[in-house]
């Protein structure tokens, strides 16, 4: 067995928290697998605490601490590395990273803009400058930040989800950057698609909805299946 990586506690609140509960189960002489026996959590769970990868249930940490005797540390620290790993992001949000980092599939459908896990810094700052009009430019970077970092889901090294859009033609037709911000927004988008091997994302017609067929095309990279997609056009007028 290789060794272990060491957690670097310096790296972020998370890490630390995971450095200090692998420090206090191994000193207890516990593996991960005695630590969550007795709890509705696997070791690999566990792991990805320590890690810093994860964030740590509350239910979770109280077990921790019974067991290893810390007089309810962890339960206590859960919402600082909670808040910590969601920075830049809203509350409500905070699943949605969570699962994305897990997540075999993700799909989207975006009618009224590039979804967020595909967009440049300059479409992301150009969002959040809209929907906060009276933010300071800080509060708008940390939030640019945050959305940059939810794209390191696509980097070669990590453990990538299948990954497919549906657009609609108006996010081509009324861009809402400068015409060369757009240009880098839509070849970061074929960069994405060329190196994931799922295709570009399908582009519903103005005026049309979409409807999904039974059938399912296989990707290329991963064998896995993609939805497909038919263009619907609305009536003019109720039947």
């Known amino acids: ?20 509960l692998c420090w206090k189960r191994e000193e207890a002489g516990l593996t991960l697998q005695q630590l969550v026996d007795g709890s509705f959590y696997g070791p690999s769970h566990l792991s990805e605490i320590e890690r810093g ?18 007089d309810g540390f962890f339960k206590r620290r ?18 949605v990273l969570e699962a994305e980092k897990h ?3 993700i799909e989207e ?13 300059s479409y992301a700052r150009a969002v959040v400058r809209a929907t906060h009009p009276l933010a300071p430019d800080d509060e708008v970077e940390e939030k640019v930040a945050a959305r940059m970092a939810r794209g390191r889901l696509f980097e070669d090294n990590h453990r990538t989800p299948v990954y497919w859009a549906a657009l609609s033609e108006s996010l081509l037709r009324q861009p809402i950057l400068p015409p060369q911000e757009t240009a880098e927004q839509l070849e970061h988008i074929a960069t994405l698609a060329r190196a994931n091997g799922t295709g570009p994302p399908e582009t519903a017609p103005c005026g ?7 059938t399912r095309k296989s990707t290329p990279r991963s064998g896995a299946t993609r939805p497909t997609w038919t263009p619907v056009s609305w009536p003019s007028s109720p039947p």
């Open 1 to 20: 067995m290789g060794q272990r990586k060491d957690i670097d506690g310096s790296a972020s609140v998370p890490t630390f928290y995971g450095k200090e």
């Open 103 to 105: 997540a075999e599939a």
């Open 78 to 95: 859960c919402e600082d590395v909670r808040n910590a790993k969601r920075r830049g992001h809203a509350r409500y949000f905070e699943r």
């Open 109 to 121: 459908w975006c009618p009224t803009l590039i979804p967020g896990l595909l967009q440049t810094d």
């Open 208 to 214: 049309a909805g979409w409807a999904r067929r039974a």
């Open 53 to 70: 990868e994860r964030w740590m249930p509350a239910e979770l940490a109280e077990h921790v601490d019974r067991v290893l005797g810390t």
